[in-house]
């Protein structure tokens, strides 16, 4: 069973950083682990997904510029660096992990494999 394990978020003021792991009881070499959130009385939505085996990335354009992210192949964790936060900003967080399609690599569709979640608030 494939267990994703979240940790990093917390309350926090607007303008701060947060930065947010997600470690992975399996690798996913030829597969993609990426990050969604979802605040309350709305559905999950897309912030960063990376494909391990070519590198290949995408970033929610409502984030760019303010998070990114990097992995570690060797240690199956995923990093989210969160700066510039905004009240906008507050979710729940998930890490996934699986093998989307093209169509899909940006859907929660597309990713068989979810840790709990960790709640981020950004106050204002």
């Known amino acids: 069973q494939v267990q994703l394990e979240e940790s990093g978020g917390g309350l926090v003021q607007a303008g701060d950083s947060l930065r947010l792991s997600c470690t992975a009881s399996?690798?996913?070499?030829?597969?993609?682990m990426g990050w969604f959130r979802q605040a309350p009385g709305k559905e999950r939505e897309f912030v960063a997904v990376i494909r391990w085996a070519t590198g290949a990335s995408r970033l929610a354009d409502s984030v760019k510029g303010r998070f990114s992210f990097s992995g570690n192949t060797a240690k199956n964790t995923l990093y989210l660096q969160m700066n510039s936060l905004k009240s906008e900003d507050t979710a729940t967080y998930y890490c996934?992990?699986?093998?989307?399609?093209?169509?899909?690599?940006?859907?929660?569709?597309?990713?068989?494999?979810w840790g709990q979640g960790t709640q981020v608030t950004v106050s204002s």
């Open positions: 399996e690798t996913f070499r030829n597969g993609a």
């Open positions: 996934a992990a699986g093998y989307p399609i093209s169509s899909t690599l940006t859907s929660p569709n597309g990713y068989r494999y």
